[in-house]
Every structure is written in C-alpha cells, then in structure tokens.
C-alpha cells in the first residue's frame, strides 16, 4: 500500500548496533501498528498505537521500543540489536471510525538482518 | 485465547486448478474474520472479510463462508493462475475489541505453475 511508507526497505547491521525503523502514513488513520514476520510464524504484533498519546505492547515486546511522532509517524527502534531479531518488519494502519471491522493497511516491509 | 490454525504449505498447483486453503479458529464468542494476501515483496492486503456467521466474504474470484459450527473459514478459489501466487494469511478481530488487533495464521505459500 503507497500510503504507507516504510524505510529503509533492507537493513544489515551489526549486533549490538541500534536500529530505528520508520513508518509514515497518508491514509489519515489514527491506528498504527508494527509487527513481525518470522516463517512459520505468520505475523506476530510488537507494538501498537491508538494516537500519539497512546501507545501499548504486542505479544513481543521485549527488546523493543517505539516513538509516535505524530499521527502520521510511528518508529520502531531496537536498542541493541541481536540476531534472533533478524526478520521481515512491517507497520500496518487502521482506521477507528469504522469499528473492528475495518482492514489493516500495511507498507512493503523492512527486511533486517542482524549479523 | 484467540488464534488461528490454516493449513501448512507450502501448496503448488497447476494453472486452472481448485484452490482450498483450511482455516479454523478459537475465540470467544462471534470474531470477525479476515483473508490477507501477501504477493512478492510486498506487504499484506486485505483479499476478504466477514463479521457474522454465514457470511461470505468474495473478491477476485476467492470467496471464504464464516462457519460458526466448525469455527471455520477456508478460503476457495475455482480456477487459480499463475498471478495467484503469493502467501495467504487467515485472521481474527476479536468480538467486543477495542483495540483492533488482529491475530494472524502462520500463512500458506501457495505457488501456481503455468
């Protein structure tokens, strides 16, 4: 989905190394959402925010932290990174007015390995 | 809790062929439910939903039944091509959520050969 933007598209590093990963949204939704791919795994939530007050943990939380900048902004940060974090990152956004009902829009990804 | 089983993968067909994808779940009481689908090197999109017991759910040709009886949700599609090609991810909102998440399937990777 173009409206919702993650950068950098492909990250390698280092463990130890802290990595912050980005998302930007057009789409105006409140909601936003980071989550993991691992295979086998589907995809398993991290964070999530209601509004750039509000911010809660996921299933797996640990090892991570994020920043809502703005309505439009929602960063996920990995202070020291290691490898079992190595694996497929994606933000989603949903929007509140429309219930549970409404889908989740998600950016391109963010592959990240960890050496 | 609530969660999410569908068939392991991965699936390979021939072009034209049936496509069922099995998905049950457990949650109390009435889940929405959701088919995601994940193409090469992008992120996931919404395929189809329901949000009560009977609906069906249709978009490009797939169609999913929500199944209360047997907490079921598989996914079908009659005559696959080769752009069908993806991972398919089967998903719950749960009933009375006020926070929206969703839990997902592992996923099937379903490849379709010309």
């Known amino acids: 989905d173009a409206d919702v933007t993650q950068t950098p598209r492909n990250r390698i590093t280092k463990t130890g190394k802290r990595i912050m990963l980005e998302c930007s949204q057009t789409?105006?939704?409140?909601?936003m959402y980071w989550y993991r791919q691992d295979p086998g795994l589907g995809l398993r939530l991290i964070y999530y925010s209601f509004d750039v007050k509000d911010i809660n943990k996921g299933e797996i939380s640990d090892g991570y932290s994020v920043s809502r900048q703005a309505q439009a902004k929602f960063s996920l940060s990995l202070e020291s990174a290691i490898p079992n974090q190595t694996a497929l990152y994606f933000c989603?956004?949903?929007?509140?007015?429309?219930?549970?009902?409404?889908?989740?829009?998600f950016g391109d990804g963010t592959r990240l390995s960890i050496l | 809790g609530n969660s999410v089983t569908q068939m392991e993968g991965p699936v390979t067909l021939s072009e034209e062929a049936f496509l069922t994808i099995n998905c049950t779940y457990t949650a109390t009481g009435y889940p929405s439910l959701f088919w995601y689908v994940q193409y090469p090197g992008e992120g996931l999109q919404l395929l189809l939903k329901a949000t009560k017991a009977d609906d069906k759910g249709s978009n490009k040709g797939f169609e999913a039944t929500y199944r209360k009886e047997t907490t079921s949700f598989h996914l079908e599609k009659g005559s696959v091509q080769v752009s069908d090609s993806a991972v398919y991810f089967c998903?719950?909102?749960?009933?009375?959520?006020?926070?929206?998440?969703?839990?997902f399937g592992a996923g099937t990777t379903v490849t379709v050969r010309a």
């Open positions: 998903a719950l909102s749960p009933p009375g959520s006020n926070d929206y998440k969703l839990s």
């Open positions: 989603a956004t949903s929007d509140a007015t429309g219930g549970p009902n409404q889908p989740q829009h």
């Open positions: 789409k105006g939704h409140d909601r």
